[in-house]
């Protein structure tokens, strides 16, 4: 079979996809007595079909390169979606133009409402507002088995007979839906473990356990906390189900199962060649439909529903899925477009470099091993590419640095980076005791880089401990005043921390600017000049923004664990000024009340905090005389400030939420 690059093969899936879509924005589907031939099927009018091409565009289009083909098509099919969407938030399998609404009418239901929710919030959550939101609770309530799930499949009144099925790839988009919400069902989890105990988990509406698998899938990966050992038996029965298939899968279904695996963490057992052969195969029968799920009986004989845009989505999404995840070794990332607009090859060439210095001197095999998975896991182009963009952002001046020099620099910020990870997991009981050799062995490669970096440029040595001083400086004092006993029975700890100026929020990254700061020596600036004063300036608040903004999302579960981000510590703070009694409860208790402080009160002062500090960051570009290009970094801030604005949002669709869902109002 000829060599046809998953490029090419995404390229010619869109193209075809785009040609498949109808001028509404909607997609056909097939309706076959044949699982696999549909040459004499007929054609219906679904919503089901275009919410689940839609998930997937939404999965390629994360790739760059791809977005401007897949977004007029998602564009369209979100704007269908929407026209089809019932006033109380429903969704029915046929479309409203659809004949069958007659001839073969169903009540609305949740598979078809939660797949299309789910699509529609992948291709902008900010149309998931309030009241939508509001009538999901609702619609939710009235299906529910017991309080918290499972669900029902069919939105009636009726629950008895074959309208109140519980059915298991349901209520895994339901469950995937909330986790996009930060939900979790603990319930339709326990359902789920239930189901995996079975040979092969199986559903009412699909012809075997693929999409079953693939759907229990996206709720893993989208609650990954907890979720992990789930995972992992989803992975294992995709991989026994592959391997009772043989050759028997249909691309169709190749491709969801390697979807499902990279969502579980099991990309390492995927083969390369297969899922090219697969995208190859796919196009050269060009995209052939297959069998996705059941469609409705004709003459008392059970049908199959498919369609070729639906087979070309399911394979580009498993292709530009397989194309995200890092490079194996010795293969070269692809090409990273850096905030000055310029394609650079770096990321691949640093990841090379770290390998090769893996199997560099005498380390145990087993050492080298772990060192190098923990490579492979950095997808983060900031990370390896930093040195790079700052020497191409202060111009001429960057010219003195040697390219090797640079690589040497953003090597380190990798091997910097990973080690401080390593020792953050580690600190918070995270990670296990193994994790520690590997953090040495990292922190160890970073302090002979500068070592010999600092036999050129003696102020490079001098910068590499006055950083690493204010790192480890910083994580001390967090361990001494941000750490709690937590566990059953745990209380909100008497005394918060105070982050004051915020300062110790940079000190425990600022390893990050290690990098552009020794370019900046190399480059010629004093370590006391004007321009390196405030290329540090950029960088501690650009950072403090950044974990302001982490925090903002994870004040809740660091609580829980027995750590206090500072976001947390605010709230904490204004929640005991305002319920003193209340803050002497059980956290578990207290907890449901400080969340909603946070988003009433807390959430606007951080977001004014995480603005000011962008804001500073930038004044302190534009004063240093060493950056030439005024947008060095913007894209980042830019990204910060999105983030805050979607916090805000986030607030105002919570109030909605409430208000909606108290009212039980329709939309």
């Not at 979100?78 to 089809?84: G, P, Q, V």
């Not at 953050?424 to 160890?444: C, E, K, S």
């Not at 959430?603 to 804001?615: C, K, M, Q, S, Y």
Request: with cysteine; glycine share 6%.
């Amino acid at each position: 079979m000829s060599t046809i690059p998953f490029d090419l093969i995404i390229k010619e899936a869109l193209a075809y996809i785009a040609k498949a879509q109808h001028g509404t924005g909607a997609f056909a589907s097939l309706s076959s007595f044949r699982p696999n031939d549909f040459t004499h099927a007929v054609r219906h009018a679904t919503t089901f079909f275009t919410a689940n091409i839609l998930s997937c565009l939404n999965t390629i289009a994360e790739i760059p390169e791809r977005r401007c083909a897949a977004d007029p098509v998602r564009a369209k099919a979100t704007a269908w979606l929407l026209e089809e969407m019932h006033p109380c938030g429903s969704f029915n399998y046929w479309a409203h133009d659809a004949d069958e609404r007659n001839s073969k009418p169903y009540p609305d239901d949740l598979d078809d409402t939660f797949n299309a929710l789910a699509a529609l919030a992948g291709y902008d959550r900010s149309l998931m507002q309030g009241k939508i939101l509001g009538a999901a609770a609702n619609i939710l309530t009235r299906t529910e088995v017991q309080e918290g799930g499972p669900y029902r499949t069919w939105i009636t009144a009726l629950q008895e007979g074959p309208w109140a099925d519980v059915d298991i790839a349901v209520n895994s988009t339901i469950g995937y839906f909330l986790s996009l919400f930060d939900v979790r069902l603990p319930h339709v989890e326990d359902l789920i473990t239930a189901s995996l105990a079975q040979d092969a988990p199986q559903s009412l509406y699909y012809p075997n356990c693929t999409a079953v698998l693939y759907f229990i899938s996206r709720y893993c990966g989208g609650a990954k906390d907890g979720m992990e050992g789930v995972g992992r038996k989803v992975a294992a029965a995709i991989l026994d189900f592959r391997a009772r298939q043989g050759g028997a899968l249909t691309p169709l279904e190749d491709a969801m199962t390697a979807t499902s695996l990279m969502r579980c963490g099991a990309r390492n057992a995927l083969n390369p060649e297969r899922l090219q052969a697969l995208g190859v195969q796919a196009m050269q029968e060009q995209w052939q439909p297959y069998a996705f799920c059941m469609d409705p009986s004709r003459g008392g004989n059970p049908c199959y529903a498919g369609a070729g845009a639906l087979t070309a989505a399911f394979v580009a999404e498993a292709l530009s899925l397989y194309m995200k995840t890092s490079a194996p070794a010795g293969t070269p990332a692809r090409m990273q477009r850096h905030e000055e607009g310029e394609t650079l090859h770096v990321h691949g060439r640093i990841i090379a470099s770290a390998v090769a210095d893996a199997d560099r001197g005498n380390a145990p095999l087993h050492l080298r091993r772990a060192v190098k998975e923990h490579v492979f896991k950095v997808h983060d182009h900031e990370i390896t590419t930093l040195p790079h963009a700052f020497r191409n952002a202060i111009g001429t001046c960057g010219n003195a640095v040697p390219l090797a020099a640079t690589d040497a620099l953003a090597l380190g910020n990798l091997y910097g980076w990973i080690a401080y990870d390593l020792y953050d997991d580690i600190l918070d009981d995270a990670a296990g005791p193994f994790a520690l050799p590997v953090a040495n062995f990292f922190l160890r490669k970073l302090a002979s880089l500068y070592s010999v970096l600092g036999e050129d440029h003696p102020d490079c040595r001098t910068l590499f401990l006055d950083i690493m001083n204010a790192v480890d400086g910083a994580h001390l004092w967090e361990q001494r005043h941000c750490r709690f006993p937590s566990g059953p029975g745990a209380r909100m700890p008497e005394r918060v921390p105070d982050f004051k100026d915020c300062r110790t929020l940079a000190d425990r990254s600022i390893g990050h600017a290690m990098g552009p700061l020794a370019v900046l020596l190399m480059a010629g600036y004093a370590k006391d000049s004007p321009a390196f004063a405030a290329t540090l300036d950029l960088f501690r608040h650009y950072l403090i923004a950044r974990q302001l903004h982490d925090d903002a999302h994870d004040w809740a579960d660091d609580l829980l664990h027995g750590r206090i981000a500072s976001a947390g510590a605010m709230a904490m703070q204004g929640f005991r000024e305002r319920h003193p009694d209340k803050a002497r409860n059980d956290l578990l208790d207290t907890l449901p009340r400080l969340r909603e402080y946070f988003w009433e009160e807390t959430i606007d002062e951080v977001v004014a905090l995480i603005r000011g500090h962008l804001a500073a960051a930038r004044e302190a570009r534009a004063r240093t005389p060493a950056i030439a290009d005024k947008d060095f970094m913007e894209n980042r801030l830019c990204a910060l400030e999105a983030g805050a604005a979607r916090a805000l949002a986030e607030r105002d669709n919570v109030r909605q939420f409430a208000a909606h869902y108290q009212s039980g109002r329709p939309l």
